[in-house]
């Protein structure tokens, strides 16, 4: 009996309907960066078992707009755009494990379903939202990469506006933040199939870059603004100093992680 193919869901006689095509995973992006402190309790909530908060800056917090272009090795969907370009906005702390300091996306919304499937995988928390950034262009009124340049980013998921920033350059800097630039650790989690059944799957994972590229990076200050909304809890990260704000353009590879540890996180 023939058997069925693909990467991910769904999986038919060609695999050729999967979600996405197996790793590497290829990505192009525009990113905008604003980090910020807020109250380490609030970080410490969101981290499950073994993980600890950062010993240095623990309530830092980075929120991230992104324009992607992504595709596999064969490079196909950047031919056939509506399957290699989406955007999403996320939020990273740093937290602790046995001594090592790590990157953690506690939220983030993609505007596509690819996105989604990807982020099941590798244990981004991913939901579906509506993201916009301003992009730079050297020609009419958008901004240029230059001092005094203003982008703008909006977040909203579920028809409320969840998040919007204005970002103004200052000049070239050496990074685009500090909060985003470990390693992830994140946990893959599949509730079981019976019920009051657990986890099927529990696992802490450790996730990067297989290969990076960035250009110049620039640094500004943002004016950002967080809201409640009935089904997101982002705004409980609430702003209580700012950092700084970034523009930075990246290309990354990503090839997959390394399991840390399984079933002790002690999810529900």
Sequence with gaps: ???VRGYFHPKTATGRSSLVPAPPWHYSGDLLTVEYRTDPARVRELLPAPLELAADDPGAVALIWADWQSCGDSREELLD??????????AVVRCSYRGRTYSRCVYI???????????LHQGYPKKLGSIHLTRPHPYGP??????????GATLAAADRRLAQAVVTLHGPAESNGFVNGHPMAHHRWLPAI?????????????SGAAAFEGGQPWAGEADLELFDAPTEELARLEIREPIGAYYRQVGVVWDGGTLLESGTSGAE
């Design 142 to 151: 958008a901004p240029r990469l230059e001092p005094g340049a203003r982008f």
């Design 109 to 119: 919304w993609v505007d596509k379903d690819f996105a989604i499937a990807r982020g």
């Design 1 to 3: 009996m023939a058997g």
């Design 81 to 90: 755009p509506v399957r290699a370009q989406y955007k999403e906005a996320f």
């Design 194 to 206: 019976g019920k009051n059944g657990g986890l099927a799957l529990d696992e802490l994972v450790e």
